[in-house]
């Protein structure tokens, strides 16, 4: 199994709303990530997730939680969004933190902020 | 000047014809992706190089570490290999290791 698998696909919400990302990864890797990705712009890191615990955080504002509940499970919590955090939140894992190894990515998440 | 550069930025060829890709990049690596990107979004990764070339069914990947250059080439197009092609270097442990990504090159192939 080589899968990075992402739900749900697509999420509408208000910028009142509270929602969340999930990501599932059965291949063993202790490094997980979250990407943000504009139209026709490549991905831009978010957060990194190394061992289950929160390595790398870019600066991301508050109103984006990540969560990683156990080695296979990493979530996003959504609250408070605004209309320009509308993109496609893409999840990655490997099989360690920023490793030589290839890195697996998900079909990813369509956001949009209403 | 980006630390990635890839060249073209759009791609448009007939199918069954040669295609290549070039990636240039201005830091120290320690390995090169070649990252695929269809409309739907997911990203498959392709090829991870460190040197050398790697060859998977119709897609030959080359890396010259001296040059700080890399291509993908694509035999034999067809037109499900329409796709973004995405090139990501990264960096060494001084840089955080992080992946660094070029803009992407938009590849049509008609059929």
């Known amino acids: 199994d080589t899968e990075v698998t992402q739900t749900p696909k697509h999420l509408v919400m208000g910028m009142t709303n509270k929602k969340s990302l999930k990501c599932e990864q059965h291949m063993g890797h202790r490094a997980m990530y979250w990407y943000k990705q504009k139209a026709k712009k490549p991905p831009e890191l978010m957060f990194v997730y190394s061992y289950e615990k929160l390595s790398i955080n870019e600066s991301v504002p508050s109103r984006f939680s990540p969560e990683c509940p156990n080695s296979s499970l990493l979530n996003l919590h959504l609250h408070a969004l605004q209309p320009e955090d509308s993109a496609l939140y893409l999840c990655?894992?490997?099989?360690?933190?920023?490793?030589?190894?290839?890195?697996?990515f998900g079909e990813g998440s369509w956001l949009t902020v209403v | 000047k980006n630390e990635v550069e890839q060249s073209p930025q759009n791609l448009t060829a007939q199918e069954g014809e040669f295609i290549t890709i070039n990636c240039s990049y201005s830091?120290?690596?320690?390995?090169l992706h070649w990252l695929q990107q269809h409309p739907g979004g997911g990203i498959v990764s392709l090829f991870m190089?460190?040197?050398g070339k790697k060859k998977h069914g119709r897609l030959i990947a080359t890396i010259n570490i001296q040059e700080k250059h890399s291509s993908l080439h694509i035999t034999a197009s067809h037109p499900r290999d329409s796709a973004v092609y995405i090139c990501?270097?990264?960096?060494?442990?001084?840089?955080?290791?992080?992946?660094?990504f070029g803009e992407g090159t938009q590849l049509t192939v008609n059929p």
């Open positions: 990501a270097v990264k960096g060494g442990e001084t840089s955080g290791s992080r992946l660094t």
């Open positions: 190089l460190s040197s």
């Open positions: 830091v120290g690596i320690s390995a």
């Open positions: 990655a894992s490997s099989t360690q933190k920023f490793s030589g190894n290839t890195i697996y």
